[in-house]
């Protein structure tokens, strides 16, 4: 069982940057991709950025070239931490961001053929609120 706990939401104004975190337990260390997904009011979970095992990267279009995804994982720990730093924000980034774990296929990664339906954990999510 993994258990995911994200932190570093905040209220900041438009061209800001935060670094969202998340951590996470239980994690085998071995097979499972991340992501990060996001959702607004109204509208429907929609991802984010996403991350194979080997630490390849996948971006939504409307986050490409400002938001990088990264992890720290020690090698035979139950233990990992996952960064989504943003930067140039803008007030359609607004949202509760949402950290998931769940066994992907590094082809899938990569082609960006990722859903919120292929993660099987998820944390409670962190507001993120941008004001122009």
């Known amino acids: 069982q993994v258990q995911l706990v994200e932190s570093g939401g905040a209220s900041v104004q438009a061209g800001g940057s935060l670094r969202l975190t998340c951590a996470a337990s239980?994690?085998?260390?071995?097979?499972?991709?991340m992501g990060w997904f996001r959702q607004a009011p109204g509208k429907e979970r929609e991802g984010v950025a996403a991350?194979?095992?080997?630490?390849?990267?996948?971006?939504?279009?409307s986050v490409k070239g400002r938001f990088t995804l990264s992890k720290d994982n020690a090698k035979n720990t139950l233990y990992l931490t996952l960064y989504l730093q943003m930067n140039s924000l803008k007030p359609e980034d607004t949202a509760m961001y949402y950290c998931a774990a769940g066994i992907l296929s590094a082809y899938r990664i990569a082609a960006g053929a990722w859903a919120p339906s292929d993660f099987g954990f998820w944390g409670q999510g962190t507001q993120v609120t941008i004001s122009s």
């Open positions: 239980g994690y085998a260390n071995a097979g499972y991709s």
């Open positions: 991350i194979d095992p080997d630490g390849r990267t996948s971006y939504s279009d």
